[in-house]
């Protein structure tokens, strides 16, 4: 299922643009909820789980929108063939054109089999999941020992982008179901410090390295899997004992194997398993270790079950259509120029983190599927922090500031932790953040709550009003456990995919991170050779930022 259009040329773009000057930019949330005291209830929808815990409300009544311009969003999203689309990737279509693969990373959880895609591999599925908990129950429980039989203690697992964001925040995420007495570390940046900060807290004897590289080519995760193996080696000396401690997690069977990792210990994956959607694959092997195989796959079931949902639901319910056309709403009509994720949750410290790589990578594209450049803004800026900590640092922005910045607030009804009041403090700013976004405050008001003396000063005044008007999504989970917690993702997940659908551009490529890479292995000879006269050809800020570095660095 290709598609030919360029966004703006659909018939539903231009009544959006009309339909934003004509009352989009006016819309007054005071007054729509006034006008309806039934639209928190319109403007809502859950989704549970049916044989997980999984259980979502999600909450779209505070954005700028009525019935016209949700009709027209979602008119927009079927201009664009956004079920056909769908449809085509869930099948196993090459919808990743550019790379000729098809998109299938709602495979890896279809435990059920309901969708049958097709494509090379799928079958392959489920063994490799069994390699996956045999291996992951094998070190929690301790029968898989190190080289001199001792129990497993550390995992490091090194990789980068999707072969590190991944596990690492659904790690952090589900950390109440860790194991206690096993250490999880993620080695990522090329920077030694990196890699150098987690080796002091772990013993070559109890460790065990993961690396994970679809490709198997990644420079930072080759260089630090070979530091980490160096390292090993100085204390464990024979490298028959490498097999104990190192595992593979690739598609590149020939460079893992050229690495010197058994075919025992690689865990595979395939080509139509997108970087930055692979921690439902063995990617997640790290996540299997932490949580234990049966939490990785309520992960994956949670996950699987908003599959169905977004297979299923028709378009004026379905959660991450919704979200994801709401997001156009303001990227395209109100030159939005970022969105904010804001998780009221503190283990989900990575989860804003994790779709920066998810969507930005994703939909930072200028050209349509068809090489035509595209006439209007495709992704998103993502960005957020947990609350409450944003909220002492840029919520000021977000409420005064002259930027609209769309907000999706996150929070669990049940924490993790209770501990006193606490959960209660956390989730009446959950509830009140959007609230004075949405409602703002009037000068009327603002002068109420001045002293007689300061009721004429005009910059007080001015200074205290909230214009309100700022939209958010409000998203209430009972809990994030790890069904949960896949159901979430693959929500956000299946935003950008919507996203990348209507805006017709390949969001599974990434051929902007080539350039950079392409220019510094050319300057490291230059560095490695250390003249400061020879920076390489250049222009001169780049030659000059060489030389000074050259002839300044000192301990090389
Ligand atoms: O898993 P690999 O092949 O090492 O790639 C790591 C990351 O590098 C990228 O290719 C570019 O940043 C990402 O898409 C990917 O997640």
């Not at 006034?34 to 549970?48: G, H, T």
Request: charged share 25%; hydrophobic share 40%.
């Amino acid at each position: 299922m290709t598609s030919n259009h360029l966004a703006t040329e659909l018939p539903s773009w231009s009544k959006l643009q009309q339909l934003h000057d004509t009352k989009g930019a006016k819309y007054d949330l005071r007054q729509a909820f006034k006008a309806d005291p039934k639209r928190f209830e319109k403007y809502s929808e859950q989704f549970k789980g049916t044989k997980t815990d999984a259980s979502l409300l999600v909450d779209y009544s505070k954005n700028l929108i009525d019935d016209e311009v949700l009709k027209t969003l979602l008119d927009l999203a079927r201009e664009a063939k956004v079920e056909e689309q769908r449809d085509a990737m869930y099948a196993g279509v090459k919808v990743n054109s550019s790379e000729g693969r098809s998109v299938l990373h709602i495979a890896l959880r279809d435990l059920p089999e309901k969708f049958k895609s097709k494509a090379e591999g799928v079958d392959e599925v489920k063994p490799e999941l069994e390699h996956i908990k045999a291996f992951s129950d094998a070190v929690r429980s301790g029968s898989h020992k190190g080289y001199s039989g001792k129990q497993i203690k550390s995992i490091v697992n090194i990789g980068i982008g999707g072969s590190n964001l991944g596990p690492l925040m659904v790690t952090q995420a589900l950390k109440p179901y860790a194991k206690k007495d096993l250490e999880a570390h993620y080695v990522s940046n090329i920077d030694g410090t990196h890699l150098a900060e987690a080796l002091r807290a772990c013993d070559p004897e109890t460790t065990v390295f993961i690396i994970a590289s679809k490709t198997f080519t990644t420079q930072e995760t080759i260089t630090n899997a070979n530091s980490a193996r160096d390292w090993f080696l100085k204390t464990a000396k024979d490298e028959s004992h490498i097999s104990k401690h190192f595992v593979a997690l690739s598609t590149n069977v020939k460079e893992a194997t050229a690495f010197g990792i058994d075919k025992a210990n690689m865990f595979k994956f395939w080509d139509w398993v997108g970087g930055r959607y692979s921690l439902w694959s063995a990617i997640g092997l790290s996540i299997a270790i932490v949580i234990g195989y049966e939490n990785f796959e309520q992960l994956l079931l949670g996950a699987h079950e908003l599959d169905v949902h977004f297979k299923e639901a028709p378009l004026e319910k379905n959660i991450p259509v919704l979200l994801a056309t709401i997001g156009i709403w303001y990227n395209n009509f109100f030159d939005a120029q970022s969105y904010a994720q804001l998780p009221y949750d503190q283990y989900m410290h990575r989860f804003a983190a994790y779709f920066q790589q998810a969507s930005m990578e994703s939909l930072g594209k200028g050209v349509t599927k068809n090489g035509k450049r595209v006439d209007y803004q495709t992704g998103e800026v993502l960005w957020g922090e947990p609350g409450t900590d944003g909220q002492h640092a840029f919520y000021q922005l977000i409420h005064q500031g002259t930027k609209l910045i769309p907000c999706d607030f996150i929070a669990p009804i049940e924490t993790q932790n209770p501990l006193g009041k606490h959960h209660d403090i956390l989730l009446s700013n959950f509830f009140a953040q959007p609230e004075a976004l949405a409602f703002g405050k009037t000068a009327e008001e603002a002068k109420g709550e001045l002293s007689a003396q300061d009721q004429s000063n005009d910059f007080l005044i001015q200074s205290k009003i909230f214009t309100g008007n700022r939209p958010t999504n409000s998203i209430l989970a009972q809990k994030i456990t790890p069904a949960t917690l896949g159901a979430l993702i693959a929500l956000y997940e299946h935003k950008i995919a919507v996203q990348g659908f209507i805006w017709n551009v390949n969001a599974y490529d990434q051929f902007g991170v080539e350039l950079g890479k392409v220019l510094a292995k050319k300057i490291l000879p230059a560095l490695e050779a250390g003249d400061p006269n020879k920076p390489g050809d250049h222009d001169s800020s780049t030659s000059g930022l060489i030389s000074y570095y050259l002839k300044n660095r000192k301990g090389h």
